[in-house]
Every structure is written in structure tokens, then in C-alpha cells.
């Protein structure tokens, strides 16, 4: 309707918490609305996998209250990491419906669940290493349809409407990368969380590898090794077979983000570790110029790329 002020809100359900993010435009990029933050009880996420759909449920319906209840008439919801699993596939070229109809025919090659029980989506995506002619690179996202209906019928319940639902590694490298211009090398994302962390290589602002480390800021290991060694090493790996899988996609930075982002720490080890890199923490805010009252902790990178996503 004429007169009618946009919103754009994201809903990110990550680690012990969901995050809500509403903006408005602005003349210089966006405003927040609304932001609020709820934890979710032990045992509703585990592994980065939602496991009681029904608490969950109830941890957002006490994140409507803390809202004054009621959320933007439509949202963008993002899965956690274990929830939606990417791949990315070389395919003879075609246009986007004919390739998920063939794709259809070797889904079950790539993930662990059955096509029936299965909701994917195919887009055509960048890759450093050349191809030929004849062929193309897409990006396959599945998720189970028990999980995508209980989102679904999750935030209906709350009187709002789900426009698209993605992985929330997806949206993290949208928050941390914004609106800058292409990068033709490559960018290492490391989003640190309690217990476990997500690595992300990322190529012209699209992921190529979405791995889930089992290493957080709160880890513990037999022996006194150090979780900045560990999650380091796990860094490492990611390097090489990032750079073994993708002929020409070359790290030049390394990005923190993640509720363990600012882990001063962390930042040392990783600059320790080579020359060859730089490392600074992201600024998601700043990337896509966000202004009024910005919550003071780390972790809001896929909420601001779910937010942002109908105008990146």
C-alpha cells in the first residue's frame, strides 16, 4: 500500500539461542526496529541439530513477548548448521528446473536422507577452478521435511509468515561479507561458538565448504591441549582441502565472527600461526551500514544476513 514502511526481519536459531532482527531502509543503508535475543532449554538444539521442535516452539513464543508480541508480518529463517547440509556439484549445463529434475536422480549419492523425505533447492554458483564448456557448478541445499514443516507450522503458530528458510551458514557469510565488491581470491570465515564452530570457505561471496567443527571457546580436552591450538588445526585442514578441491581459490584473509568473535585470544593464535594471512573480526553492522541500538555481544552475523537477504 502507498506509504507502507518495508521491514526486513531475519530469525536465526544457533548454538543456545535464537536471535531476532527486524530493519527498516534508511537513507544510509538500514535501521534496526527491533532486535531481541532468547535462550533455548538444554536439550532443544544438540550438535547444532534441532532435536525438540516443542521447546523450541516455546522459546519463541517467549521471544514474541520479549518483542511485545508480535513479530514482522514475514520473516527469514535460518537453520542450524546441521539442520540444512550444502553441497557443491558439477553438472552438464542446463537451465535451474531441468538441473533439479536430474539432480533428482542422484540426490541420494550426496546426502543421507531419502529424495522423498527430502526439501532441496539448486542455484549456479561461482568456483575458482575452471570449467569447460559443456559443464557448471551449482550449490545443492537439503534440509529433512520434518524440519522445514515444523518451522513452518512453528512460526505460523506465532502469527507471522515464512518467506524463505536457509542455512544459517549461508547467512552468515551474506552478514560478514555485505555489500563489498567481489573478492577474486578467497576469504577463510571461522564463526567460534561455545562448543562447537563453523568453518567457511568462502569464494565472491558464496561458501564452497560448510564444515561444523566440534571445537568451542568452552571446549575441553584431555591432555591440557589448548582449544585456539585445536580449532587452529582444524583451520589448517580446511585450508588444504579447500585449496585441493578448488584450483586457484587462495586464502588471503581469515575472517572471525561468531559469539566468540572478539576472543582476543583467538585473534593471536591465528595471526601466530602465518604471515600469509590477515585476520581481523567482522563487522557485520558496518558492512551493511546499520545504525541505532546494536546489541552489545558477538553472534549476530546470520540474523543481519537472514534480515538482509531480500536486498543483497
Not at 587452529?232 to 559469539?259: A, D, H, P, T
Request: hydrophobic share 40%; with cysteine.
Amino acid at each position: 500500500m502507498f506509504g507502507r514502511k518495508r521491514h526486513y526481519a531475519g530469525l536465526s536459531i544457533e548454538g543456545g539461542a535464537i536471535r531476532y532482527l527486524e530493519l527498516r531502509p534508511s537513507s544510509r543503508g538500514f535501521r534496526i526496529a527491533r532486535s531481541a535475543k532468547v535462550s533455548v532449554e538444554e536439550g532443544t538444539i544438540a550438535q547444532d541439530r534441532i532435536v525438540n521442535m516443542d521447546r523450541l516452539s516455546t522459546a519463541l513464543g517467549s521471544l514474541r513477548t520479549k518483542l511485545g508480541g508480535k513479530f514482522a508480518p514475514s520473516v527469514v529463517v535460518g537453520l542450524p548448521p546441521q539442520d540444512a547440509i550444502i553441497r557443491v556439484v558439477e553438472m552438464p549445463k542446463m537451465n535451474m528446473e531441468d538441473a533439479r529434475s536430474a539432480f533428482g536422480w542422484d540426490f541420494e549419492h550426496y546426502f543421507s536422507f531419502p529424495l522423498k523425505d527430502a526439501s532441496f533447492d539448486i542455484v549456479p554458483v561461482d568456483v575458482p577452478s575452471p570449467l569447460s564448456d559443456e559443464n557448471m557448478s551449482v550449490m545443492i541445499v537439503a534440509s529433512r521435511l520434518t524440519v522445514v514443516n515444523g518451522i513452518l507450522d512453528m512460526v505460523a503458530k506465532e502469527d507471522a509468515r515464512v518467506t524463505a528458510i536457509e542455512p544459517a551458514g549461508i547467512a552468515i557469510v551474506r552478514g560478514v561479507v555485505g555489500s563489498r565488491g567481489e573478492s577474486s581470491s578467497g576469504s577463510l570465515i571461522l564463526s567460534a561458538g561455545d562448543r562447537s564452530s563453523q568453518i567457511i570457505l568462502e569464494y565472491k561471496g558464496n561458501g564452497l565448504v560448510y564444515r561444523t567443527v566440534y571445537v568451542g571457546a568452552r571446549s575441553e580436552f584431555q591432555g591440557g591441549a589448548s582449544v585456539y591450538e585445536v580449532l587452529m588445526q582444524e583451520v589448517r585442514n580446511s585450508i588444504v582441502f579447500g585449496s585441493s578441491q578448488f584450483r586457484g581459490w587462495n586464502v588471503k584473509e581469515i575472517i572471525l565472527c561468531g559469539e566468540h568473535g572478539g576472543d582476543e585470544g583467538l585473534q593471536a593464535e591465528i595471526q601466530a600461526a602465518s604471515d600469509a594471512y590477515m585476520c581481523h573480526v567482522a563487522d557485520p553492522w558496518m558492512a551493511w551500514s546499520i545504525e541505532g541500538e546494536l546489541p552489545e555481544e558477538y553472534g549476530w552475523e546470520a540474523a543481519i544476513g537472514l534480515a538482509v537477504r531480500d536486498k543483497s
